[in-house]
């Protein structure tokens, strides 16, 4: 069975760049606290990885 990320974004997004307004908003992020289960691709463990300073992630089934 496929694994994957359950992504909750606990820092807000004003005052970042553009892009990581981007990538969070691709994630399906709008709010600090919400939280979205996506599945563990290449694709999303790079767009993870360029805000991981403003997400926690964890591996679920």
């Known amino acids: 069975m496929a694994k994957n990320l359950k992504i909750t974004l606990h820092h807000g ?7 990581q307004r981007a990538t969070i908003k ?3 992020l709008n709010k600090i606290g919400k939280t979205v289960v996506r599945e563990d691709t290449p694709a999303n ?5 360029a805000v991981r ?9």
């Open 45 to 49: 463990r790079g767009l993870v990885n």
């Open 53 to 61: 300073h403003l997400v926690t992630v964890e591996e679920v089934d």
């Open 13 to 19: 997004i004003v005052n970042r760049t553009p892009a």
């Open 26 to 28: 691709t994630l399906g």
